[in-house]
């Protein structure tokens, strides 16, 4: 509760990208503190999310391509948004770059955006071409603190990166 007695709504977070099994894997994720492998539904869903001292509720979009489409509309209405890019194949890349220039260029998405990028090696670092390609560095230096990238790796094995992620977004929310 807050001061005023009032009890205050958890942030709403639209997590965005092509891979829906990754963004419902980073989900479960985040929900239970340690790797647990999500799947994509054809129908979005919502899931609330206590991280460190924050909630937050975290919209995960339709695995279905026109669901996807129609929710891209509303990305507008969240508190933040969370890009996961894929760059598991060519084809995969390209959707992924074409998806987050949109969500970088359109003026009506004015609140923080977190983009977490999948780690190139075994370093943790994020593979400096790709970064390149993208133009994130660009895009992050333009954005004036609003958006942030961050590498990160989520596997049984390793899972790691997307915490300070996301501690950089819930410091905004």
Do not use: C
């Not at 990754?22 to 799947?39: F, H, N, P, R, S």
């Not at 001292?53 to 979009?61: H, I, M, R, S």
């Not at 923080?112 to 133009?135: C, H, R, Y």
């Amino acid at each position: 509760m807050n001061s005023s007695g009032i009890t205050s709504k958890p942030a709403n977070v639209a997590l965005w990208g092509p891979d829906v099994f990754e963004i419902t894997t980073l989900v479960q994720t985040l929900k239970i503190g340690k790797y647990a492998q999500g799947t994509a539904s054809i129908h979005p869903f919502n899931e609330e999310i206590t991280f460190g001292e924050k909630t937050f509720v975290a919209a995960v979009p339709s695995g279905n391509e026109g669901a996807r489409r129609s929710h891209r509309q509303s990305l507008a209405d969240y508190d933040s948004i969370v890009y996961v890019l894929d760059a598991t194949d060519n084809d995969s890349l390209s959707t992924s770059k074409e998806e987050l220039n949109g969500v970088l260029t359109d003026e009506a998405l004015t609140k923080p955006i977190l983009i977490l990028v999948p780690k190139a090696d075994a370093s943790g670092v994020a593979n400096e071409s790709l970064l390149q390609e993208l133009g994130l560095k660009q895009a992050v230096a333009k954005a004036d603190g609003r958006v942030a990238v961050f590498a990160y790796s989520l596997s049984p094995e390793k899972s790691k990166g997307f915490e300070e992620g996301f501690r950089w977004l819930l410091q905004y929310l």
